[in-house]
């Protein structure tokens, strides 16, 4: 068993300067909204759609710096890159794969961290 | 005494949003608004007041025909030329910076873990111009109608001592009108 950790919640605590409330608010909002943008991202993918890839990569780069993914930003911003730019579109699959990968590690962890917040809230 | 300042944060990002609320609501001065597209944030700004608008660059960026953020910009300068616009983007890109300064943005911003200070510290300055502009206006304010007084002033003076000075030369009416 690994010790690795997907998300680092340093950067979020930070923010939130002692309200839970905001955690759990953030928390939620990055395990509702995440899986739609990559169901996006893969449709985008079947239909070739390179710029959409692009835009979503944007987006879902920010949500996944507030939980401290930070390899995975790296890759949503190479993904944001390749899809606006049209380049690499070889890679595009291999990224979109890891970034699937990294949520569904990390939706595991913050599920843990919310029902954690709930206890003491 | 002033009421709260009203800052309107436009942006798409719901997570981003809620973060940069969260962050500027802690000022008690601060009355902040939140708006997720630029054409909600148009129609508030034509009827109310407002202090300071922070904008995204991108927020045409996944619903189609969506304005972008500088449309959102030229049309808020041309409504209220001088509402003060931060802008704010994910792209470290020089040319998004030149774009909306060129517009009329009062700064821009880069979306970071520094961000959020980096608005705060541009709303202070706009907040700050806003007061010079303001006590400017009132000592010109002040200057015209001090020497508009000045002014009138001295011609009731003018008159008052004509007056005077030729009814002194002709000597008292009243002992004139007596004398015949």
């Known amino acids: 068993m690994t010790d690795y950790k997907y998300i680092d919640l340093n950067y979020l605590n930070d923010l939130a300067l002692g309200s839970k409330d905001f955690i759990e608010d953030m928390i939620s909002s990055f395990l509702k909204n995440t899986p739609e943008s990559l169901v996006r991202m893969e449709t985008a993918l079947v239909k070739n759609d390179w710029e959409q890839i692009g835009k979503i990569a944007h987006k879902v780069k920010t949500s996944f710096t507030f939980m401290g993914m930070e390899e995975t930003v790296v890759k949503a911003k190479t993904l944001q890159d390749y899809g606006l730019k049209t380049t690499n579109q070889e890679e595009i699959p291999g990224l979109i794969s890891d970034i699937k990968v990294a949520y569904n590690n990390a939706e595991v962890e913050l599920n843990v961290e919310l029902t954690a917040l709930k206890a003491e809230l | ?180």
Request: proline share 2%.
């Open chain 2, 1 to 180: 005494m002033r009421g709260k300042i009203t800052i309107f944060l436009v942006e798409d990002d719901e997570m981003f949003l809620k973060s940069a609320e969260h962050q500027l609501s802690r000022n008690q001065s601060y009355a902040v608004k939140t708006f997720t597209t630029g054409e909600d944030a148009l129609e508030a700004i034509k009827k109310t007041k407002v202090d300071v608008v922070v904008l995204d660059y991108f927020l045409d960026s996944e619903v189609p025909g969506a304005k972008s953020g500088i449309e959102i910009l030229k049309e808020i300068k041309a409504h209220k030329p001088t509402l003060e616009v931060i802008m704010l983007s994910g792209q470290e890109d020089v040319d998004v910076a030149l774009n909306s300064m060129e517009f009329g943005a009062f700064d821009y911003v880069v979306k970071n873990k520094s961000s959020m200070f980096r608005v705060q510290n541009n709303i202070k300055r706009v907040l700050q111009s806003n007061e010079a502009t303001l006590s400017h206006n009132n000592y010109k304010m002040f200057t015209k109608w001090f020497f508009g007084f000045l002014i009138l002033l001295v011609i009731f003076l003018v008159i008052y001592a004509f007056d005077h000075s030729v009814f002194g030369l002709l000597g008292d009416p009243e002992i004139l009108n007596a004398g015949n």
